[in-house]
Nanobody, 124 residues
Framework: QVQLVESGGGLVQAGGSLRLSCAAS????????MGWFRQAPGKERDIVAA????????DYADSVKGRFTISRDNAKNTVYLQMNSLKPEDTAVYYC?????????????????WGQGTQVTVSS
């Protein structure tokens, strides 16, 4: 069992930056593909970024490419999402998720464990 806890969300002006963290407990994240998803009110939960267990492969939604960076520190059992040049349309609840195995996943159903989410609000 993996427990995930996100932090770092908040209110920021457009053009600003935030760094989200996802701390895991229960077991090591080595061997888990990790993803960040987001869900805006009235919309589906969508993938934002994903990273392989060793950090060598990363994948991003087109809407955040060049602005967001996903990274992980397996020694700290933590995954990060650096968000720069934030836009009002980035406003959402951001969720961290873990997927057993070494294959990338882009869908909610691909992931086995979820955090409770952290709110990101970008004002114009």
């Amino acid at each position: 069992q993996v427990q995930l806890v996100e932090s770092g969300g908040g209110l920021v002006q457009a053009g600003g930056s935030l760094r989200l963290s996802c701390a895991a407990s229960g077991r090591t994240l080595i061997g888990y593909y990790m993803g960040w998803f987001r869900q805006a009110p009235g919309k589906e939960r969508d993938i934002v970024a994903a990273i392989s267990w060793y950090g060598g492969n990363t994948d991003y939604a087109d809407s955040v490419k060049g602005r967001f960076t996903i990274s992980r520190d397996n020694a700290k059992n933590t995954v990060y999402l650096q968000m720069n040049s934030l836009k009002p349309e980035d406003t959402a609840v951001y969720y961290c998720a873990a997927r057993r195995g070494f294959a990338v996943g882009h869908l909610v159903r691909d992931y086995d464990y979820w955090g409770q989410g952290t709110q990101v609000t970008v004002s114009s």
